[in-house]
């Protein structure tokens, strides 16, 4: 698991998620973004740069400074 | 007498014709209730960003609604141009794509004009139909009630067309039927089963039993429920009004007359 390295200052970078710039470490994957927000996959759905990452691919996408990401999941509505 | 036939839209079959949403509830508890007594096995959901922090002590609204009894619909809702809706369906089917619930491959595709009115913006609906249809999607279109831009919808193979009866969440019920009525004559011309429903505005059990005495398939709400002073009734009575509404429509109403005609004979009177 790298998701303690996600504390340490090992190569920080910003992000920006859900319209928040973030500092994340340099390479996190999709998945180990959502553990550090601890959001459950099965529940969401991740778009990187306006494209979708499906759920398949959270461990495998790294993430590179600047990437805009979405965080979206279900909420109440008509 | 029941109304067993359901309602075939696409490829889903719904058993009741009552389609009820998710929001504003004050508790996903009561919402999960009122579900059940509305008799419904569809529901609206909408697609937002997933809080970074505070989350609910880790609560989604999935969990307040079992897969193996409703089929999800998700929304485009808050969407202002057809490419804001196609993100957002794509987001849709993306989140519901192998999680255990039905609804992955159909959207109600809603395309808003202004926050004021609420009402659907008809150039980017029609851009938003097209492109999501090509893309896969079966298409329920929120619109106006426009029997041309219905009929436009048809035709670019919206999977149904879901006029407003008045603006969401206003409770002014079916403002005007007679538009409701045409739309009905001429979408269903070539195909009577073709899914015609009424998706907001209603306010009270009479809006849909209204509505569903016109010959609609269906009725959509959401505020008249979680919005009621008791929401559990409330469900109660629009479950019961779309039935009532449906058999009544079904049974054929006696023509309006403007004169008296006596139920009782007229022969036999004592007084004759």
């Given at each position: 698991m790298l998701s303690h390295v996600f504390y340490g200052k090992i190569n920080p970078m910003e992000v920006v998620v859900n319209g928040q710039i973030k500092?994340?470490?340099?390479?996190?994957?999709?998945?180990e973004l959502l553990d550090q927000f601890q959001i459950k996959p099965i529940r969401v759905a991740v778009e990187r740069n306006r494209e979708i990452v499906t759920r398949k691919k959270f461990s495998a996408t790294r993430l590179t400074a600047g990437d805009q990401i979405e965080i979206v999941t279900f909420v109440g509505g008509g | 007498m029941m109304d067993n036939n359901g309602?075939?839209?696409?490829?889903y079959t719904l058993t009741s014709r009552l389609i009820v949403g998710t929001g504003k509830y004050t508790s996903l508890e009561l919402m999960r209730d009122c579900?059940?007594?509305?008799?419904?096995?569809c529901v609206t959901v909408a697609v937002r960003r997933e809080r970074l922090v505070d989350k609910t002590s880790g609560r989604n609204i999935l969990d307040f609604i079992d897969p193996e009894k409703y089929?999800?619909?998700?929304?485009?809702?808050?969407?202002?141009?057809?490419?804001?809706?196609?993100?957002?369906?794509?987001l849709g089917r993306e989140m519901l794509t192998d999680s255990g619930f039905r609804g992955a491959d159909w959207v109600k595709l809603e395309c808003l004009g202004d926050t004021r009115t609420l009402l659907p913006e008809p150039v980017g609906t029609l851009q938003a139909l097209k492109t999501l249809v090509a893309d896969g999607f079966q298409v329920l279109v929120y619109c106006s009630d426009d029997v041309m831009l219905c009929k436009r919808?048809?035709?670019?193979?919206?999977?149904?067309?879901?006029?407003?009866?008045?603006?969401?969440?206003?409770?002014?019920?079916?403002?005007?039927?007679?538009?409701?009525?045409?739309?009905?004559?001429?979408?269903?011309?070539?195909?009577?089963?073709?899914?015609?429903?009424?998706?907001?505005?209603?306010?009270?059990a009479s809006d849909v039993s209204l509505a569903m005495e016109l010959g609609v398939d269906g009725v959509l709400l959401n505020t008249a429920i979680a919005g009621a002073k008791a929401p559990l009734q409330m469900a109660k009575a629009m479950g019961l009004a779309t039935q009532s509404g449906r058999l009544a429509f079904e049974a054929g109403r006696i023509p309006r007359k403007l004169y008296a005609t006596a139920s009782s004979p007229w022969e036999g009177r004592i007084n004759a």
């Open positions: 500092q994340v470490v340099d390479g996190i994957s999709v998945q | 309602l075939k839209i696409g490829s579900h059940a007594a509305s008799g419904s096995n089929i999800l619909l998700p929304n485009t809702a808050g969407c202002f141009t057809a490419e804001e809706v196609v993100r957002v369906a794509r919808l048809q035709d670019e193979g919206a999977a149904a067309i879901m006029p407003a009866g008045s603006p969401i969440g206003s409770g002014q019920g079916v403002l005007n039927p007679n538009a409701i009525r045409i739309i009905l004559e001429q979408l269903k011309e070539k195909n009577p089963d073709y899914p015609v429903i009424v998706d907001a505005g209603v306010g009270t």
